[in-house]
T-cell receptor, first 116, second 116 residues
Framework: NAGVMQNPRHLVRRRGQEARLRCSPMKGHSHVYWYRQLPEEGLKFMVYLQKENIIDESGMPKERFSAEFPKEGPSILRIQQVVRGDSAAYFC??????????????FGEGSWLTVV | AQSVTQLGSHVSVSEGALVLLRCNYS??????LFWYVQYPNQGLQLLLK??????LVKGINGFEAEFKKSETSFHLTKPSAHMSDAAEYFCAVTSNYGGSQGNLIFGKGTKLSVKP
């Protein structure tokens, strides 16, 4: 049973370009979360999605950031017109969301975005 | 609202010594508590979790943590440190109530160094 798969693992973008990060949840998981980890900081929640629905985007910056989880295919975190401050590790996580899971979520290996 | 405070951004112990990583939380509803470990340039791996029931929780790699409601603490311990324990450790809180379901709130992390 493959874990949460993220790609690319490393991405370099110039200022003003777009970054697209992909996440395939664990098999059987229908809930996806995106977190951002800035240097020397803990992870910050960005967005929580179910298939075709954004459940909670309270952690998403108001501009340039968007996320989707289509009916088919991976979840995508898109950052438009990237700036240096967007350089961070972006982690995707998934959960089955059953009550018995104790809300345990499983993390991917992360995507490291560097903006030059 | 929920929050997590990890006391000590860096902890150094000798190989074979006791490991104690501190975590205090704030939550207005019954919390679910987690400890994750992160090795350099990797994702987060779940060490252990507390949801309900027994307050002393045993995890992988010999780690355990005790939920103390009166002290709002969930400190992580290991009787004897091993060189391979050197990593960054994150405490996190969530609950099964209201809008915070499944959205983990992380502490800033504690980097553990193990000296030979």
């Amino acid at each position: 049973n493959a874990g949460v798969m993220q790609n690319p693992r490393h991405l370099v973008r110039r200022r003003g370009q777009e970054a697209r990060l992909r996440c395939s949840p664990m098999k059987g998981h229908s809930h996806v979360y995106w977190y951002r980890q800035l240097p020397e900081e803990g992870l910050k929640f960005m967005v929580y999605l179910q298939k075709e629905n954004i459940i909670d985007e309270s952690g998403m910056p108001k501009e340039r950031f968007s996320a989707e989880f289509p009916k088919e295919g991976p979840s995508i975190l898109r950052i438009q017109q990237v700036v240096r401050g967007d350089s961070a590790a972006y982690f995707c996580a998934s959960s089955p969301r059953s009550r018995n899971s104790g809300n345990t979520i499983y993390f991917g290996e992360g995507s490291w975005l560097t903006v030059v | 609202a929920q929050s997590v405070t990890q006391l000590g951004s860096h902890v150094s112990v000798s190989e074979g010594a006791l490991v104690l990583l501190r975590c205090n939380y704030s939550s207005s509803v019954p919390p679910y508590l987690f400890w994750y470990v992160q090795y350099p340039n990797q994702g987060l791996q779940l060490l252990l979790k507390y949801t309900t029931g027994a307050t002393l929780v045993k995890g992988i790699n010999g780690f355990e943590a005790e939920f103390k409601k009166s002290e709002t603490s969930f400190h992580l311990t290991k009787p004897s440190a091993h060189m391979s324990d050197a990593a960054e450790y994150f405490c996190a809180v969530t609950s099964n109530y209201g809008g915070s379901q499944g959205n983990l709130i992380f502490g800033k992390g504690t980097k553990l160094s193990v000296k030979p």
